[in-house]
C-alpha cells in the first residue's frame, strides 16, 4: 500500500485529472422503517433537471414551430385550453401528442441502448445492430405486404412481436453452454444482417410502388402524423419497462464487471442478463413499433449519459432515456422545419446527426488502449 | 505448427484435405461449368443443353438461341463475376485484417457502395452507368478506407469482434441514409429498391461490359499481392520483420477490395456474405497459401453465386427471390456458427 | 471445516479436469493450490467458489452443499476473485468496492450504513483511500488488484478465494498483494484460498498447500510436507534441491538445470506453452 500511496502523493498522475471526491456527488437516503436506503447521484440529478428543461424547451419549440408557426403565448394559452381554437387544434391534436411521441420514443431507445451496450460491454451496441430493429422491420413490412388486409393498428403489435421474436432468437442462438456478451451481439450483428436482406427481399418483391414506399417510410422511422392514439398504445410499455430497466442498473452494473466477478458477488448472471435483455428488447420493440427505427438514438443517448455522469448505470441509464427523448423531440421539429413543406422522416435526421457523432465515436474507441 | 497456422487449422476446423491442388482446381472449374449451364438451361422456360450448344455453333435466330444469348447467358456471367470478386475481396481482407469475420457486406463496404450510387442518383441525378459504378467505387473506397484506417489504429484497441461490430454499425447507418434518400425520391426508390435487395435479374451485356473492366483489374491487383498477402497474414509485425513494406502490401489490398467489392456492388447491389464462407473454404481446401486461395476463393465465389442465383427461380415461383437474400440465408447462418464456434483470430 | 469438498468432478463441456476431489479447507487459516500448468488448480478454485457446477460431487459451504444455496447467500459467506478479471470503463475504484455490496442490497437497502462502513473499511484494507476516486483504468496492475481485493473484502465475506492473484505483477506489487492477504488473514482471521503457480510463495505466505497434479490431488499439507523435492517432482517433472528461506524458514525450492536433469534421464515439462488454462476457458473469457 505504502508503494502505491507514495507514488500518489509524489504527483504522479496518469491520465486525466481525477474527479472531485465523491463525499460531495452522492448523498444517503435512509429510512428506518421501512428499511429503505439508497445513494442518490446529485450530479445525475442536476444533468436530469437541466436535460428535462432541454427536454421542455425542445418541446415548446417543437409545438411553435412548423409550417404555421404559433407564438410562445399562443402556445401556452392552447395548452391550458384558452386558445384561439384553430391554435388548439394544432396544439393539442397534432403538435403535442406528435412530440410527446417523439420524446417517449427517445427516451425508450435510449435506455434500451444503454441496456444493451452494458449487457455486451460493447459501446456500440444499439437497438439497429442487435437485431431487435432488424425483426421488428421484418414484420412489420410482412404485414404490409403479405397480409395488406390487415388493420393498420396492428402493425405495431406485429413489429413488436417481430422485436421480441428476433431478441429471443438471438440469445437461443448465442447460448453456447451459457451466454456471453460477444456472442450476444455478433449474433445479433449476423441476424441482422440476414433479416435486412429478407426485408429488402420484400421491399423489392411489392408491386405497388405505393408500398414500397409506405415500407421505405416505416424503416427511416418518421413520427408524422402520431397522435394520442398511438401515445396510448405506447404508454403503458413505457410506464411498465421504464422503472424495470431502472431497477434492473444495479445489476447491468455488476454485470459489467464480468460474468465471473458478478457471479462471485451473487449476481444469478444468466437470469439477470435475460431479464434485462427482454426488457431492452421490448422498450426498443415498442419504440419501433411506434415510430420505425429511428437510427442511432440508441447509440448516441447512452453516450452522451455517460460522458455526463459518468459509466455506472445507475445514474447513467435514466440520463439516456432523457437524452434520447430530447434527441427526438429536438430532430422531429428540425426534420418538419428544415425543409418546410417538404418533411424529411426524424430517423433520416437523426442519422444525419448521428454520422459524424458516431465516426468521432469509432476513432475514439479504436485508439484507445482495450476496454469493453 | 505456428500460432498463426494453429488458427488457420482451427477455422477450417479439421485441418487440410490432402487432395492434390490440381485435381480439385480441375473439379472447381468443373463444377463451375455445370453451375453456368445449368443456370443458363434452367427458369421459366427450359433450354436444353444441345440448344445451348447450338446458340453459339450455329445461331438461328430462333427465341430460345436468342434467349440464352441475351438473357440467360449474360445473367450467369454476371453471377460469376460478382461471385468470383466478392469472394476474392473477403479473402484479401480476411487475410489483411486477421479476422475470420471480414467480408465486403460485413464491414459496411458494399452499403458505402450502394449509398454513393443511390445518393448520386438522388441528389446529383447522375443517370449514366457509368456514372453510378464510379460513384459505387467511390463509396465503397470511402467506406473501406475507413475500415482499413480502423482496422490500422486498432492493432491493439480493437478486437476483431469489435471491428465487425464497428462494420454493422457503419452499414446501419449507411443503410439508414440510403432509406432516407429513398423516402425523398420515389422514383428512385422504383428504380433501386431491386439492386437494394441485391439482385441481378434484368442485367445485360452492357452492365456486364460496364464494370468488367474494374472486376478484372481488382482481380489481377490481388493475384499479384498473393504472395505478400502470404507473408502479411502471419502478422504485420512478423511481416515486417521479414522485410517487407506493409503499407504497400496494405494499400494495395485496399485498392483491390475497393475494385473488387466496389464492381460487384455496381453491378448487382449488396449481395451478402459471400466472401464470409468462401474464403474458409478455400483455406481448408488450400491451406494458407493466397496463390492458391485467392484463385479458389474466385472460383468458389462464382460457384456459389451461380448456384445461388439458379436456386433463387425455384424458391417461389414464378417470382425470383434476389440472389443477395439466398446469399444472406446461406452465409447467415454460418456466420452464426463461425460466432459460436469460437473465431480465432487469422 | 466451513468448507469442503466431497467426491467433486469438474469438467468444462466433455473434458473432466478434476476427478473425484475431497477436500477440506481449514477454517482460518492460508490455503495455497499449486500445481502445473493446466493442472487443474485454478478450475478447483472455479469449482469451490461455484463458477462451474459440478459433474458429480458437490461442494459443501457450513455443511450446506452450494448447489442447494441461494448465490447472494453463498456471495455473504465467501467471495471470489477470478483471474485477471475483465477492466471495466469509467469505474473508480470506489465504485468497484461497493460492487461488493451486491449480496446484501435488494430492491430497498440499497445503501445503508453497513454498506458504507463496509466499502471505508474495504478501502482502508487495502490501501486504496486516496485512490478511490481514480478510474481503474489509470491505476498501474497491483493498484488495480488492490481495488479488486477491497471489492471482495467489501463483500464482508469470511472465505476469500482468489485466483492467482499476483500474475501479470512484477515481483514488488507480488510481494505487496501476498503481505496484504497475509495480513487480512492474521488480523482478522479470514480464511484465504488462493491458486499460486510460484511454488516458494505458496510456501512462504500459506499455512497448508493443496498440490494439484492431472486433476488429482498428489499432496497436501503445511508447506515444510508438501515442498519436498519428491513431491515437486511429481507435481512438475522438475528436479528441485530445497533449502530454507533465510528470512522466514519456509522451504524454498530451487530448480537443477535442465542440463543436469537430462543427465538424470528425465523428460522436460511436457505442458504446452501458453496453456495457463484449458482451452474452453480462455475462448469463453475472450480470445475475440
Known sequence: MTRDAVQDADGHVTGPVPPPPGKGRWRAVRLARPAVSFRVDLRALWVMLALGLVA???????????????????VVRALVGQGHPGHEFIVMDLRLPRAVVAFAVGAALGAAGAVFQGLTRNALAAPEIIGVAAGANLAAVI?????????????????LAGALATTALVYRLAWHGGSSPIRLILVGVGVTLVGHALVMAVVSSVDEIIHASQLVIFMAGSVYGKGWHELIALAPWIIVLLPLALGGARHLDALRLGDHPARGLGVHVERQRLTLLA??????????????????????????????????????????????????????TLART??????????VMTAIVGAPFFITLLFRAASRTPGP | MSAAERAGAGLAGYGRLPLPGLLLALLGGLALAAAVVASISLGTVFIAPETIVAAFTSFDGSDQQVIVLTVRLPRAMIAAAVGATLGMAGAVMQAV????????????????????????????????????????????????????????????????????VAGAAVSALLAAVVQGLLVLDRESLEGARRWLAGSIVGTNETLLLQVLPYQLAGILLALLLARPLTTFS???????????????????????????????????????????????????????????????????????????DVAARFVIPPEEVPVGVMTALVGGPYFVHVVRRGMAPL | MPLHANDLALAYGRDPVI?????????????????????????????????????????YLDGRAITQMSTKDIARRMAILPQGPDLPEGVTVRQLAAHGRYPHQGMLQQWSHRDEQAVADALAATGTTALADRMLDELSGGQRQRAWIAMTLAQEAEIMLLDEPTTFLDIAHQVDILDLLHELNERDGRTIVMALHDLNQAARYSHRILAIRRGRLA??????????????????????????????????????????????????????????????????????
Open chain 1, 338 to 347: 428544415l425543409f418546410a413543406p417538404v418533411e424529411i422522416p426524424v430517423g
Open chain 1, 279 to 332: 426488457i431492452a428488447a421490448a422498450l426498443a420493440g415498442a419504440a419501433v413499433s411506434t415510430a420505425g427505427p429511428v437510427g442511432f438514438v440508441g447509440l448516441m443517448a447512452p453516450h452522451i449519459a455517460r460522458r455526463l455522469v459518468g459509466a455506472a448505470y445507475a445514474a447513467a441509464l435514466p440520463v439516456a432515456a432523457m437524452a434520447g427523448g430530447t434527441i427526438v423531440i429536438a430532430a422531429d
Open chain 1, 143 to 159: 404485414v404490409i405486404v403479405v397480409l395488406p388486409a390487415t388493420p393498420i393498428a396492428l402493425l405495431p403489435v406485429a413489429a
Open chain 1, 56 to 74: 421542455a424547451a425542445a418541446l415548446v419549440a417543437s409545438i411553435a414551430l412548423g409550417e404555421y408557426p404559433i407564438g410562445l403565448r399562443e
Open chain 3, 219 to 288: 499432496a497436501e499439507g503445511p508447506p515444510h510436507h508438501v515442498i519436498t523435492e519428491h513431491v515437486v517432482r511429481d507435481i512438475f517433472d522438475l528436479d528441485v534441491s530445497i533449502i530454507q528461506d533465510p528470512t522466514t524458514g519456509a522451504p524454498l525450492c530451487i530448480p537443477i538445470s535442465p542440463r543436469a536433469a537430462r543427465q538424470h534421464h528425465r523428460p522436460a515439462t511436457s505442458t504446452p506453452p501458453g496453456g495457463r488454462s484449458p482451452n474452453a476457458v480462455r475462448q469463453d473469457d475472450g480470445s475475440v
Open chain 2, 234 to 308: 502471419l502478422g504485420e509485425d512478423v511481416a515486417r520483420g521479414l522485410g517487407q513494406r506493409t503499407g504497400f502490401v496494405k494499400g494495395g489490398a485496399a485498392a483491390a477490395v475497393v475494385l473488387l467489392a466496389g464492381s460487384a456492388v455496381a453491378a448487382a447491389g449488396p449481395v451478402i456474405l459471400v466472401g464470409l464462407a468462401v474464403p474458409h473454404l478455400s483455406r481448408f481446401l488450400f491451406g494458407r497459401d493466397y496463390r492458391r486461395v485467392l484463385p479458389a476463393a474466385a472460383v468458389l465465389g462464382a460457384l456459389l453465386v451461380v448456384v445461388a
Open chain 3, 19 to 59: 476427478a473425484d476431489l475431497t477436500v477440506h479447507i481449514p477454517q482460518g487459516q492460508v490455503t495455497a493450490l499449486v500445481g502445473a500448468n493446466a493442472s487443474g488448480k485454478s478450475t478447483l478454485l472455479r469449482g469451490l467458489g461455484r463458477l462451474l457446477r459440478p459433474a458429480h460431487g458437490a461442494v
Open chain 2, 97 to 164: 485484417s486477421r479476422n475470420p469475420l471480414a467480408e465486403p457486406g460485413i464491414l459496411g463496404i458494399s452499403w458505402g457502395a450502394a449509398l454513393a450510387a443511390v445518393g448520386a442518383q438522388v441528389l446529383l441525378g447522375v443517370g449514366s452507368l457509368t456514372g453510378l459504378v464510379w460513384c459505387a467505387l467511390v463509396g465503397a473506397a470511402a467506406a473501406g478506407a475507413a475500415v482499413v484506417m480502423l482496422g490500422a489504429l486498432g492493432r491493439r484497441g480493437l478486437t476483431p469482434a469489435k471491428l465487425v
